[in-house]
């Protein structure tokens, strides 16, 4: 494909290095990975629109691999500087530190989370979202992470998680928990949907 071909396409959003990327780390690890593709943007900005950006704190995203869902959330009017980005893949943490060098990025297991972000996070976090493959672990994970996700969380602020399972990543009924969920993404690839759980 001649540069200029690859130039417009970078200008539509779509990043073909991102998409190698991502499908080589699918290749070495796909359950970690948890997806063949990053996702669409029509998934990222569902994600992002959960995110106020007018409330104050960090914005702390989980897994964002190549990071559509963090350019989304910048379109959204988050600040870069105010992103705690927390992957496990580091050429995924180098990609992402050169594309927002503002940002706080931490290479490490985001199932640590009240670990990782002892020292990090001094005031309650505006939003968590995370594009980690949930549904891998078991419950019990599931529920720890959300457990610290909403330990770091403002009151009432969201827990954004996507899915592509018919099935909530994390049970709906749980005491002190509200949740919502988004309409079906028909326009991922494959469709996906964004769930948000609130402290209450
Ligand atoms: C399904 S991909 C989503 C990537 C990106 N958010 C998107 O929407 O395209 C999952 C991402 O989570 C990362 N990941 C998986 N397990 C992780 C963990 N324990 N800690 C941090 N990141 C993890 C993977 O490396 C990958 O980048």
Redesign the pocket.
Known sequence: MPLHSLVSVEKKGLRLDDEVH?IR?WFE?PL????V???GRV??RT?ARYVDPTVSGPVI??????????EALVKQGVDPARLVL????PV?CRLLRSRYPAATVVQ?????LRRLMENLVREPAAAVV????LVTKPLRTRLRLMSDALGLLAPGAPFVQ?TYAMVPPIPKALSGVRAEASELIWMNLPPARVWVYRGS
């Open positions: 991502f780390s690890k970690a990975t948890g997806a593709m990053p996702s998934l990222a994600m995203e989980l897994g964002p691999g190549t990071g559509p869902v963090t927390v992957e496990f893949n995924f490490g297991d985001a199932y640590r995370s594009g980690l493959p996507f």
